[in-house]
């Protein structure tokens, strides 16, 4: 691990994050704030790790606006956002209230605390099991009357790979694996559903998976860049057509068709409820825990 790399990352999103909090407000274009938010990534000299998620009321996880969207900024607002310096990276999200709801502001007041307990448990606690941070997770959550949702999770990263193994689930799951040495991201989840999500339409978020050469010029001139610029981390539409153009959306289909590429879905609480985020990386090393993006 390249704990330098871990850190300068953990400091540029936690700056990102007091920014996109400074330019969120009700009706903003959610394209306004991903681009200002990846404007303001590259300024402080970083890359995303991943397209900003702006993910509204019962979407989880996975929405990122496409060049042309229309969307404006409303409901419980999850912002998931990464920050990678040479393929090493930090992953922090939090919800914003947009429609002055006391229920939005319950749901996000508690996944907040059940981060904070879980983080307070990992550092107090040497070799926590990701059992251990699921229960305190769970009951946090449940004491408040919410639901944790229980098929998203916290993960393990490595260099240039988001999910490197590890998951950290949001329930007690009596599983016993250790966090020792590594990179890990906490993340409950919380809402008035019944805690669990289902894959919603595709979005605009993708990763190389198997590169494969497409029939289309374009489509490998678009590919060389992905393996150039992106690696094993995702990207987003929006990204490949301010490079390459409109038409970059055909060649982006047949990099699906062919395998290269994996779409991911949409995620969606499944009764609909509104869901909450919140999120932190923690950097374990020998006998010291940093969390990198408080």
Not at 65 to 89: C, F, M, Q, R
Not at 122 to 132: A, D, L, M, P, V
Not at 171 to 185: H, P, R, S, V
Request: proline fraction near 5%; include cysteine.
């Amino acid at each position: 691990m390249s704990n330098q790399d871990i850190i300068k990352a953990g400091k540029i999103a936690k700056q990102v994050v007091d920014y996109a909090k400074s330019i969120i407000k009700k009706d903003v274009p959610l394209i306004e704030i991903a681009e200002k938010i990846d404007s303001k990534i590259a300024k402080l000299g970083g890359k995303p790790a991943f397209p900003v998620n702006l993910s509204i009321n019962e979407i989880a996880a996975h929405y990122t606006p496409s060049y042309n969207d229309e969307t404006l900024a409303s409901g419980l607002l999850k912002v998931d956002l990464g920050v990678h310096i040479n393929g090493w990276t930090a992953d922090t999200a939090f919800s914003v209230d947009l429609e002055n709801s006391k229920e939005n502001k319950a749901l996000i007041k508690t996944a907040e605390q059940a981060l904070e307990n879980a983080l307070n448990l990992i550092k107090k606690q040497k070799s926590t099991t990701t059992g251990e941070i699921g229960k305190i997770v769970e009951k946090t959550i449940e004491e408040k009357g919410f639901s944790p949702i229980i098929n998203l999770t916290g993960h393990s990263m490595e260099e240039y790979d988001l999910h490197a193994g590890i998951t950290i689930p949001n329930i007690d799951n009596k599983q016993k694996t250790k966090l020792e040495k590594g990179l890990f991201a906490i993340e409950p989840f919380t809402t008035t559903g019944s805690g669990r999500v289902k894959d919603g339409k595709p979005s605009e978020i993708f990763m190389l998976t198997e590169p494969r050469t497409p029939r289309i010029p374009l489509a490998r001139d678009i590919l060389n860049h992905i393996v150039e610029e992106y690696q094993t981390l995702p990207f987003c539409t929006r990204w490949i057509v301010k490079k390459f153009g409109p038409t970059s959306k055909i060649a982006l289909n047949q990099l699906i068709d062919n395998g290269s590429l994996h779409n991911f879905p949409e995620l969606i609480e499944i009764t609909g409820k509104p869901v909450a985020q919140a999120e932190h990386t923690v950097l374990i090393d020998k006998d010291e825990i940093i969390i990198t993006t408080e």
